[in-house]
């Protein structure tokens, strides 16, 4: 359940916010991301893009 909302915390944060990057921020976020999620990258990436895919659902609810 923490990973859950961890991931609906980064992607509706996500919506709102623009960022210039370079490919080392990129991989440095995404690292920080899988430490705070508790997950590992591969999971971290799959996760982000089903909770992406949800909000409109999750949205519904409210």
Do not use: Q, R
């Not at 991931?7 to 370079?22: A, H, I, R």
């Not at 991989?27 to 409109?56: Q, R, V």
Request: glycine share 12%; hydrophobic share 50%.
């Amino acid at each position: 359940m923490d990973a859950l909302t961890n991931l609906l915390f980064v992607v509706e944060g996500g919506v709102c916010t623009t960022e210039l990057s370079d490919p080392l921020y990129l991989e440095l976020k995404t690292h920080s991301l899988g430490c705070w999620a508790g997950l590992p990258g591969p999971a971290l990436a799959e996760g982000l893009a089903i909770m992406t895919d949800a909000i409109p659902a999750l949205g519904a609810f409210n």
